[in-house]
Nanobody, 128 residues
Framework: VQLQASGGGLVQAGDSLKLSCAAS????????TAWFRQAPGKEREFVAA????????YYLDSVKGRFTMSRDKAENTMYLQMNSLIHEDTAIYYC??????????????????????WGQGTLVTVSS
């Protein structure tokens, strides 16, 4: 599976952005997808995940109510709608996919090792 992320950019605090990540190669095997981010000087952290067949989504506490993750199964694409952006959201955002045949349990969705494939990252910069 190949993942291609896009949609990053430079915005002001309070603005919105929508990230996209298109999957190709073996999309029918996707069981869960996620967004992670890595800010300068910090470790990569979980942002959001969605289980592909069930459509249930999960979020980092600090983005709940501001970010919404969705997926278009027909287009094999996942999205991250980010509203009310703050400076602390500045990071490189990575999409990731689990291509197993079983749906991951909820507690594993925030762990990087759950995901087999990673996109190249897209930079989001929020000016304060």
């Amino acid at each position: 599976v190949q993942l291609q992320a896009s949609g990053g950019g430079l915005v002001q605090a309070g603005d919105s952005l929508k990230l996209s990540c298109a999957a190709s190669g073996r999309p029918f095997g996707i069981s869960a997808t996620a967004w992670f981010r890595q800010a300068p000087g910090k470790e990569r952290e979980f942002v959001a995940a969605i289980r592909w067949s069930r459509g249930d989504s999960y979020y980092l506490d600090s983005v709940k109510g501001r970010f919404t993750m969705s997926r278009d199964k027909a287009e094999n694409t996942m999205y991250l709608q980010m509203n009310s952006l703050i400076h602390e959201d500045t990071a490189i955002y990575y999409c990731a996919a689990n291509a197993g045949y079983t749906t991951p349990i909820v507690t594993s969705l925030s762990r990087p090792y759950t995901y087999d494939y990673w996109g190249q990252g897209t930079l989001v910069t929020v000016s304060s």
